[in-house]
């Protein structure tokens, strides 16, 4: 068996580095690269995978195989040896190669000679880039050394390969951010964007994989490792304040800054002749491979405080910092892992865009790029990898989809997209000042959902008839404390003011599930979204409602006050809670403040038991409003932050549309005011169909409704009323068919 000694390794190293130094082609440096490493660990063969795309590994140098088969090999993720170290992330090391599972003859190699065969992953930060690959004839395993020799030398040619070492000619590969990439997400905001890559926290660009001086490499990693530690001590004294939870997550943080294996690993990796940086990124690369492998989840959490950490430290290491005195592009899309709602409000308006790897339908984040109008993609995996700082970028929010780098012709059909959308605004706008009124003279009244004060200019260009939800929630998930009660009430004036006799309906504080306020400690639920939430937080801290409710009382200086309370499942819940605001409207008037002329109590219906509540709770109330994203996955039980089956049922179905039908109805009999709030309302299709069933009014966002009143006007309701009937006649299990193939008839 070889034996290797740290200073083959750093020797090896310092060739690679010499090798990325030399001038040459990409193809030149790849093929001195396998050469070099196939005589350090005295091995016949040694080869570089790398993948031509996310499925496809493509043998892209050798030494010692067949080297016609060069640029000719290809296998898939998973396939074969090679193709199971790229698709684990980790390293196979066998004497006898055949017998391995698996295993893939390829005789255009001419690799039947060679039983010992030891590949390791080229991965940077959990992106896989290739496999590192060497045999002998020999039928042995590596020795632990070996294994771990080559780990250190496959991080220094993943760092090569960021850098771009190996592209260009005569086959070289592409570079890692060169070629179009799409991103397949989820729709968070609709809309379409182009712009160029603004990253919300650029990648740290290690430029120095090889170190030259270990001792100095381990007092620069011990020194920053030490800030570090220190910085994070510092929050811990400060945490005083901090809730439970909170507290228990930087204890986390300081337990792994101040483990020793994770430095004395570190230490290890620039002993073999990488720099701290490198040391860094390499023990963070084979941690996060070892974690996303693991079934426990609370490990797999791990990875993010794994990735702070390891990018703080880098930070302190490189010196870049997140501002980098880089400037903010011409129409910037930002690109971030996750992001919260004050910093996106920071950015406000200037952003064309935002892409996120992580978020949901219903998260902070997303509620502020809605009272943006914003276009927002959520869940596009792995795109903080793959983009850079002035990428071009299309954003499709209305499918979910991001184009990176996109080809000529498919950003000239997105921009001829945007142009359509563009066109069709200007002839909206035209429709403003008029009704919503069908050709039979049927009025819809269509509102805007608002959450912000930058939301209000919407009123009067959408041609709104008014705000028929203001979110207050977004000025407590905003701030890092509770607000002031002459704070909210200062706000709630402004918007008051705003609407300028509009009716404004503000729902009160609706947080839980996936909306956590910073401040509050958060409750760890099965079911999040059927768990303590909006009322049921409202009413277990009245504290904190009656504030509110003061607030808003205050704010109306004596004009219509329009309140709902969200999330009712019961009547009692309903009952408590505007009892708690007239006992507030009492005492404001027993104080000698001035108390709102005319107060409307409304309830939001999001859970189908308050279909079925007593006639007292519909004559209780002034008004409801169906929260029908809600309503919608608890009817369906189909949860939609998950997409493989949130779109799986239709809105249009008849089982769905009859049970609205039974809610207009009942309203009806007790003379309440009703109307619809969510996605669906802003959507013309469903827009139409929910008014020919007798919804007369429609709350959305402002885009929407140049669209939804566009298709009113051009139909009569009554007529369509008849050809949903007649769908429902024929056992169809949604309309949409029959109400699509009416409108393209008239």
């Known amino acids: 068996m070889v034996e290797r000694r740290d200073t083959d390794s750093r020797t090896l190293l310092r060739r690679l580095?010499?090798?990325?130094?030399?001038?040459?082609?990409?193809?030149?440096?790849?093929?001195?690269?396998?050469?070099?490493?196939?005589?350090?660990m005295h091995t016949q063969v040694c080869s570089i995978y790398l993948f031509r795309d996310p499925e496809t590994l493509e043998l892209c140098a050798t030494e010692g195989l067949n080297p016609e088969a060069v640029h000719q090999v290809r296998m898939r993720l998973g396939e074969g040896l090679v193709g199971r170290v790229a698709r684990t992330g980790v390293a196979v090391n066998t004497g006898d190669a055949p017998s391995e599972p698996g295993f893939r003859y390829m005789p255009e190699t001419g690799e039947e000679i060679y039983s010992s065969f030891l590949g390791v992953p080229i991965q940077r930060v959990g992106e896989k880039l290739g496999v590192l690959v060497v045999q002998s004839r020999e039928a042995r395993e590596f020795s632990e050394d070996e294994v771990y020799g080559l780990e250190v030398v496959a991080m220094v040619i993943a760092e090569m390969t960021e850098l771009g070492a190996f592209t260009g000619d005569q086959g070289g590969i592409g570079s890692a951010h060169r070629f179009p990439v799409m991103f397949r997400g989820a729709t968070g905001q609709e809309g379409a964007a182009e712009g160029r890559v603004w990253l919300h926290e650029p990648r740290v660009v290690v430029a120095?994989?090889?170190?030259?001086?270990?001792?100095?490499?381990?007092?620069?990693?011990?020194?920053?490792?030490?800030?570090?530690?220190?910085?994070?001590?510092?929050?811990?004294?400060?945490?005083?304040?901090?809730?439970?939870?909170?507290?228990?997550?930087?204890?986390?943080?300081?337990?792994?800054?101040?483990?020793?294996?994770?430095?004395?690993?570190?230490?290890?990796?620039?002993?073999?002749?990488?720099?701290?940086?490198?040391?860094?990124?390499?023990?963070?690369?084979t941690a996060r491979a070892r974690l996303e492998?693991?079934?426990?989840?609370?490990?797999?959490?791990?990875?993010?405080?794994?990735?702070?950490?390891?990018?703080?430290?880098?930070?302190?290491?490189?010196?870049?910092g997140k501002d980098t005195g880089a400037e903010l592009p011409e129409n910037p899309v930002l690109v971030a892992r996750n992001i919260g709602p004050a910093e996106l409000l920071d950015y406000g308006r200037k952003l064309k865009g935002v892409v996120l790897e992580e978020g949901s339908v219903g998260s902070h984040a997303a509620i502020v790029a809605r009272a943006l109008a914003i276009p927002l993609v959520i869940h596009a995996a792995r795109v903080t990898n793959e983009a850079l700082n002035g990428d071009q970028i299309l954003v499709d929010g209305d499918q979910g989809i991001v184009h990176l780098r996109p080809e000529e012709s498919v950003a000239g059909a997105f921009r001829d997209k945007i142009a359509m959308q563009a066109e069709a605004q200007k002839r909206y706008a035209d429709l403003r000042g008029v009704p919503a009124q069908d050709k039979?003279?049927?009025?819809?009244?269509?509102?805007?959902?608002?959450?912000?004060?930058a939301d209000?200019?919407?009123?009067?260009?959408?041609?709104?008839?008014?705000?028929?939800?203001?979110?207050?929630?977004?000025?407590?998930?905003?701030?890092?404390?509770?607000?002031?009660?002459g704070e909210l009430a200062a706000l709630y004036k402004r918007v008051i003011d705003a609407a300028q006799g509009a009716p404004v309906q503000f729902r009160t504080l609706d947080i839980g599930s996936d909306k956590v306020v910073p401040y509050m400690k958060p409750q760890e639920e099965p079911n999040p979204?059927?768990?303590?939430?909006?009322?049921?937080?409202?009413?277990?801290?009245?504290?904190?409602?009656?504030?509110?409710?003061?607030?808003?009382?205050?704010?109306?200086?004596?004009?219509?006050?329009?309140?709902?309370?969200?999330?009712?499942?019961?009547?009692?819940e309903f009952n408590t809670a505007k009892a708690m605001l007239m006992r507030e409207i009492d005492r404001e008037s027993t104080l000698n403040r001035p108390v709102p002329r005319d107060v409307r109590v409304g309830a939001m219906l999001e859970t189908p038991s308050l279909a079925f509540a007593p006639d007292s709770f519909f004559a209780a109330c002034d008004f409801i409003s169906i929260g029908g994203n809600d309503l919608k996955q608890f009817f369906f039980a189909a949860d939609r932050e998950n997409e493989r089956v949130r779109r799986r049922y239709d809105t249009l179905d008849v089982s769905f549309l009859a049970f609205i039908e039974a809610i207009i109805s009942r309203c009806n009999a007790n003379d309440v005011a009703l109307s619809f709030c969510g996605e669906d309302a802003g959507r013309p299709i469903e827009a139409l169909t929910f008014a020919a069933l007798g919804l007369r009014t429609l709350s959305m966002r402002p885009a929407s409704i140049g669209p939804v009143k566009h298709l009113i006007r051009r139909v009569d309701l009554a007529v369509l009323k008849q050809v949903i009937d007649a769908a429902r006649a024929r056992g169809d299990q949604s309309v949409r068919h029959a109400v699509t193939a009416w409108l393209a008839s008239q």
């Open 440 to 453: 039979s003279g049927q009025n819809v009244s269509l509102m805007m959902n608002a959450g912000l004060m």
């Open 529 to 572: 979204a059927m768990g303590w939430r909006a009322i049921r937080v409202g009413l277990d801290k009245p504290g904190v409602l009656r504030m509110q409710l003061q607030a808003l009382i205050r704010a109306s200086e004596g004009r219509p006050l329009s309140v709902m309370f969200p999330f009712i499942a019961a009547p009692d």
């Open 17 to 40: 580095r010499d090798t990325l130094a030399t001038p040459g082609g990409g193809q030149d440096r790849l093929d001195h690269i396998t050469h070099l490493i196939a005589d350090s």
């Open 293 to 320: 492998q693991s079934t426990d989840a609370y490990l797999r959490e791990r990875l993010h405080d794994l990735d702070d950490l390891s990018n703080r430290l880098l930070r302190l290491l490189t010196g870049q």
């Open 456 to 485: 209000l200019p919407s009123l009067n260009s959408s041609g709104a008839d008014g705000v028929g939800l203001f979110r207050t929630e977004l000025q407590f998930l905003i701030r890092s404390r509770v607000p002031r009660r």
């Open 208 to 285: 120095n994989p090889v170190g030259d001086d270990p001792d100095a490499e381990k007092a620069r990693l011990e020194e920053a490792v030490a800030t570090l530690q220190a910085h994070i001590d510092e929050m811990l004294i400060g945490s005083a304040a901090m809730d439970k939870e909170q507290r228990q997550i930087l204890e986390a943080y300081k337990m792994l800054a101040h483990s020793r294996g994770w430095v004395r690993r570190m230490c290890e990796d620039i002993d073999l002749g990488l720099s701290a940086e490198a040391a860094v990124e390499k023990e963070q690369s």
